[in-house]
């Protein structure tokens, strides 16, 4: 089975502090997501990362940054957390189509959620 | 821009019932995937069901069917004889080609369902 693993489930934080969220995944699969869902929002995306050392903004970039140095490891980073970054973060990963000849085209596995408040 | 509407924020059923997730969406692309996630109050969200552009036959595993209708950009999800642990919120996604060969996916805000015992 895909395993996405998420360091911390529940995280408290306060203002200004610096914060990591750690993601690992077993499958090696080429991408890797961070997502951040909140109620009546759904889930947006906020960085992607297709290979080692690459990334790409999502649709909700501000205020976070991500760190792909090894394929299985994904983190994200708030510089200095704020209020309204307090939320459920989800990580995911999937393979390349175009190595998977299109049969996985999209599918996302989820790790469980790691739930931020900022204090 | 590609955009995914789940019109339907919370449902609540007795159970039984069957009940029926509304999903509509809107793309350019002419091959895409339309996906349904379920996140139970664990938090995890899980895959249920990943459905092409060009395969528009209904699709039924046990007591879910889904319908996909191009002519109206619908890939609603019906679940049949609903059970407590149905209870959880669903999300209907979109495949979007994405940098780099990554495939990303644009999520609906989700539909609350609630099976009452």
């Known amino acids: 089975d895909v395993k996405v693993t998420q360091s911390s489930r529940y995280l408290v934080k306060r203002t200004g502090e610096k914060v990591f969220l750690e993601c690992v995944q077993d499958?090696?699969?080429?991408?890797m997501f961070w997502y951040r869902q909140d109620p009546g929002l759904g889930l947006r995306l906020i960085y992607f990362s297709y290979d080692v050392k690459m990334k790409e903004k999502g649709d909700i970039p501000e205020g976070y940054s991500v760190s792909r140095e090894k394929k299985e490891r994904f983190s994200l980073i708030l510089e200095s957390a704020s209020t309204n970054q307090t939320s459920m973060y989800l990580c995911a990963s999937s393979l390349t189509t175009r190595l998977a000849g299109g049969g996985n085209t999209g599918e996302l596995f989820f790790g469980e959620g790691s739930r931020l408040t900022v204090l | 821009a590609q955009k995914v509407t789940q019109a339907q924020t919370e449902i609540s059923v007795v159970e039984k019932e069957d009940v029926t997730l509304d999903c509509v969406y809107e793309t350019r692309d002419t091959t895409y995937y339309l996906f349904w996630y379920k996140q139970p109050p664990s938090g995890e969200l899980v895959f249920l069901i990943r459905?092409?552009?060009?395969?528009?036959q209904n699709e039924i595993s046990g007591r879910y069917s889904w319908n996909f209708q191009k002519s109206t950009s619908s890939f609603n999800f019906t679940i049949t004889a609903s059970q407590v642990v149905d209870s959880a919120v669903y999300f209907c996604?979109?495949?979007?080609?994405?940098?780099?060969?990554?495939?990303?996916?644009?999520f609906g805000k989700g539909t609350h369902l609630i099976i009452q015992p």
């Open positions: 996604a979109l495949s979007e080609a994405k940098g780099g060969g990554a495939d990303g996916l644009t």
């Open positions: 459905r092409n552009s060009f395969d528009e």
């Open positions: 499958m090696d699969h080429e991408n």
